[in-house]
């Protein structure tokens, strides 16, 4: 798989999704997301409340990059979409992000994030902390810029359970991705030389996710391609402006 191949030549090459049966089972929600757990992580210890979801292997490709600059924070205007627990908020915050944008639909999940960020990170005078509840970007002032987003989307592409909560981590699926890349372009939200790094993987519709990217400007590659070794293929990609554009804020 050529890593430096963008557009429909890219579409190609992307899985379709695994068989419905399979994506089900591989997707069973755990019995207790509505208790209190905690998690640990790079030497933190996370308190989980009841319905704040834990970070499984495939958001860890991303917190593992955010940690050791890979995906580079420092100095750096970031949005974590839906921040959850708060690990992308925290670790940004350890590298010295300027602006650190916590975003996610789920109330907890911001409250947990702001009290984990207030006890691992503190005040930094050169880092702006900023939690929202929103769904997607809808709450960010029209003045917001970023460098960097990260999302790890709830894209499975079948409903996998009937709990809210569930699916609101889990299986909304490929339109949650069209509102996501629409509003960035709509609010011009990213910035000169910005890019966005989106993770799924083969329980989603790939081509959907990627087609989304495409059809709002904007040039995905793949940046990594991770084999769980169980038919499960997670794609995390870079995503670019496609061009500079007209008429947008400098």
Request: hydrophobic share 40%; charged share 25%; proline share 8%.
């Amino acid at each position: 798989m050529d890593r430096n191949t963008t557009g429909p030549a890219l579409l190609e090459q992307l899985p379709p999704p695994l068989p419905a049966d399979r994506i089900i089972a591989l997707n069973q929600p755990k019995g207790d997301l509505h208790t209190t757990r905690s998690y640990e992580w790079n030497g933190w210890t996370l308190d989980v409340p009841p319905g704040v979801f834990i970070p499984g292997w495939t958001s860890r490709l991303i917190h593992e990059r955010l940690l050791d600059g890979r995906i580079e924070t420092r100095g750096r205007r970031y949005a974590a979409m839906g921040v959850g627990l708060g690990v992308e908020a925290v670790t940004a915050g350890t590298r010295g992000a300027r602006e650190i944008h916590a975003i996610d639909v789920h109330p907890e999940s911001v409250a947990a994030t702001t009290r984990h960020y207030r006890r691992l990170v503190g005040e930094r005078p050169d880092t702006a902390f900023l939690p929202v509840v929103s769904d997607v970007f809808d709450a960010l002032p029209d003045e917001v810029r970023l460098d960097v987003i990260t999302f790890n989307p709830p894209a499975v592409s079948q409903t996998v359970s009937d709990d809210p909560d569930v699916v609101r981590n889990v299986c909304v699926g490929a339109p949650l991705i069209a509102k996501f890349f629409a509003q960035i372009a709509e609010k011009d939200l990213l910035a000169p030389g910005g890019e966005i790094h989106l993770i799924a993987s083969n329980t989603a519709d790939l081509r959907a996710l990627v087609q989304h990217a495409v059809d709002h400007g904007f040039r995905p590659r793949i940046d990594h391609l991770h084999d769980w070794r169980d038919g499960v293929l997670t794609f995390l990609f870079r995503i670019t402006h496609d061009a500079p554009r007209s008429g947008g804020r400098r």
